[in-house]
């Protein structure tokens, strides 16, 4: 049926970027004699999956969207990749991305554009556009995404879906391929918070291989659907809520936060005052450590290698100016500027320490509140092409959900409803590690 939908679908929406048709099918047989003979059946059992394409699959191409990696095929597996494999969910194909998850609208990809389902003249967000696309058509029952400064609730906002990122270290990052090692976080994207429960239980948990996943007990989050809101105590930072956000997507949320007081819930307005500097420190912080992250990309250890050069200083030269899109270049150039001797101190050693501040804003708010909502982002999805000549509108797509990353913690995006006919997103934040709560509360909400 996924595959049926894909070929009905996908012209239009753009969502793979590999399909991985005969081996689904055969282990989708095999799954099928297997309940026909009455043998065990484990969690998750024969489940559709896509997987964003800067996970790692074993001989399953893996490009990150970039032509530098376009014939790259990796000999093992991500983590999560082997734990859905414990759990007999099948690998439908890979999704399209930004190039190496920079991005917001998925129109960075160094292979094709994907589109919004709901209306296809509109960007599907991103980076994990072809996540959230995927899963809004019908084409699987859920993704995985990866989100460094937005890039799971930004798309899931802007294609009506559930997205969540994670605690950092709630899942290992082993065989993520690395944009910045200190904010990415592996994560699903389904159609309701049911599902989501579902494939974080699967995919959560500590691993040798990532020595900042955390060593924490994965608590039973199925537990926490039925839960009720009764006097749990919201804070809405007047930030989230304030100048730059639509009107319709601002009324939504506050419909929203109406039915969870409905429920016996509270809210108050609370402050996050360091939000403003959160774009700029993450520009400097994630693209310092892209920059060193993507030095690995050199034409000797993976991908693709310029044939053509005379030695071998310029064959680094030639495969990484071919083979890197000009936004990856853009902060490969920032990363390094900024990391390099007599500024390190003026941009990026300030920008870790205005992250502190971000981080105890938060710590703050929670020592009173139990989530934070707000809005996923200030907009509903913008038009292909809307914002392609200007880096900073786009960065300015992930003004509500970088501060997230910055402090570590987890944070959902469910949908509310809908502004000018395009789906809004509503973003639920706890401490870290209260996955469950984010899904107690979204649970209640939707
Ligand atoms: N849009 C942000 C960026 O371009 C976030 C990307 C992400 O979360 N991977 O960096």
Redesign the pocket.
């Known amino acids: 049926a996924s595959f049926a939908r894909i070929r009905e679908v996908d012209a239009d929406v753009k969502a793979f970027l590999t399909l991985n048709e005969d081996r689904a099918l055969e282990q989708a047989e095999k799954l099928d004699k297997q309940i026909q003979n009455g043998g065990e059946v484990p969690f998750l059992f024969g489940m559709p999956a896509g997987i964003k394409d800067n996970i790692i699959t074993q001989d399953l191409r893996t490009t990150c969207a970039s032509q530098l990696l376009a014939n790259f095929d990796p000999v093992h597996n991500a983590t999560v990749m082997d734990k859905l494999g414990e759990s007999e969910t099948v690998t439908v194909g890979k999704l399209n991305m ?1 190039e190496f ?4 609208s998925t129109e960075n990809s160094g292979v094709q554009e994907t589109r919004n389902p709901w209306n296809t003249e509109y960007v599907p967000g ?2 994990s556009g072809g996540s959230a696309a995927s899963v809004a058509a019908g084409e699987v029952l859920f993704s995985l995404g ?6 799971i609730r ?1 798309p899931a906002s802007y294609c009506g879906v559930v997205g969540l990122k994670p605690t950092y270290g709630r899942v290992s990052r082993y065989g993520l391929v690395a ?1 910045a090692s200190s904010l ?1 976080q592996i994560g699903p994207l389904t159609r309701s918070v049911e599902d989501n429960a579902y494939v974080l239980q699967q995919i959560a948990g500590h691993s040798e291989n990532d020595s900042t996943s955390a060593d924490v007990e994965v608590p039973n989050y199925l537990e926490a659907l039925g839960k009720e809101v009764k006097g749990l105590k919201i804070g809405v930072p007047s930030e989230y809520i304030g100048e730059g956000v639509d009107e319709g997507v601002k009324q939504r949320v506050l419909e929203a936060l109406k039915v969870l007081e409905e429920q016996g819930a509270v809210w108050e307005e609370v402050s996050l005052p360091h939000s403003k500097y959160a774009v700029a420190a ?2 400097l912080i ?1 693209s310092s450590e892209a920059s060193a992250n993507l030095a690995r990309f050199d034409g000797v250890r993976y991908g693709v290698r310029d044939e053509n050069a005379k030695d071998l200083v310029e064959m680094y030269k030639e495969t990484r100016s071919k083979g890197f899109g000009e936004e990856v270049k853009r902060r490969i150039m920032l990363g390094t500027f900024a990391l390099s001797a007599g500024y390190y101190d003026a941009y990026y050693k300030k920008a870790q320490q205005v992250r502190t501040l971000i981080r105890r804003d938060f710590e703050k708010v929670f020592a009173d509140y139990d989530v934070i909502v707000g809005p996923t982002a200030p907009t509903t999805a913008f038009k292909l092409g809307e914002q392609l000549d200007d880096p900073l509108t786009m ?1 300015a ?2 003004i509500l959900t ?1 501060p997230v ?1 910055l402090a570590g913690i987890p944070a959902i995006s469910v949908p509310c409803g809908f502004s000018d006919s395009m789906p809004v997103g509503l973003q639920i934040i706890a401490k870290p590690f209260a996955e469950e709560t984010i899904y107690t509360v979204a649970h209640a909400f939707e």
């Not at 990866?146 to 890039?151: A, K, L, N, Y």
């Open positions: 930004d998850a920079m991005g917001s991103g980076s990866s989100d460094t400064g937005g890039s930004q944009f990415d993450y520009y994630a960065y797509n992930d970088i990353n």
